[in-house]
């Protein structure tokens, strides 16, 4: 197989999602890829103050699109997280006029723009606290099927803005291909980041990401899907938090069904004691929550 290299420049990088885009690499299934990807706002330099690759950008600068030849609706893609490299500086910002800030108090004229310095394994802000590092890109999706542009901002089923921590090294992501050849964008990366990512944003980052992609006919489930170090991990998006729950839980149903050769009602009373529902985040317009099964939660007795 083969190895490619990407990185960020005017002709590599996107800040919508458009079937219509050509792609800027094309691979065949099973290729690895060495992609860096910019911080979420594409700054070029080392702080906040930079000049940015996209300078009137609309969403995320995300690399890409990347083709995967023979990809076509009805297929899954997997993308294989093998290393994820984040660069030596982030930063977290907070304090715009939105809903939630409007109800926990917390709108600024100023916004609190905290500067990290990653190195050894964690990150320290200016603030003069740390956090241990856990890095994980937080978009990773393909266009939906529409033509047309289509925000970075809200995750959809075909992925794009999941922000979901358990993505780390070692996790393999399942997307629906939407188009033919998939059409990868991804990038978004987070340092850290706490389930929800509460202010809107996490350690925001530049990260260089080894990854491998491949195509599957014949997946458990239908819907995006994950196996992660932390366990089996599905997803729900969706304004109503009941509804993204609703769609974690069920897919998790499906998946266990499936595994356990059991009928869904079964799945759901195993499912009681040992899947974790999480609050993937608040952040985009969409709720996102995850459901996680960890690999050694049910054993046969």
Known sequence: MTEHRLEPSAGT???????????????????????????AHGYLGADRHSEMLLPGRRGHCLTGPIAVRGAEPGMMLAVRLESLQPDDWGFTVTGADT????????????????HWDIEDGKAVNTVGFAVRVAPFLGVIGLPPAEPGEHSTI??????????????????TLYLPVTVPEALLCLGDGHGAQGDGEVCGTAVECGMTTRLVVDLVTDPPIRTAHATTPAGRVTFGFDVDLNEASAQALSAMLDWMAVLYEVDRTTALALASPAVDLRITQIANQTWGVHAVLPDDALVRG
Do not use: K, M, Q, Y
């Open 154 to 171: 809200p995750p959809r089923p075909c992925g794009g803005n999941i922000d979901c921590r358990e993505l780390v090294a070692g996790s």
């Open 13 to 39: 990088v996107t800040d919508v999602f458009d079937r219509d885009r050509p792609p800027v690499l094309t691979v065949d299934p099973g290729d690895t890829l060495v992609v860096r990807s910019l911080n």
């Open 99 to 114: 809903p939630l800030n409007r109800r926990l108090n917390t709108v600024s004229d100023e916004r609190v723009w905290l």
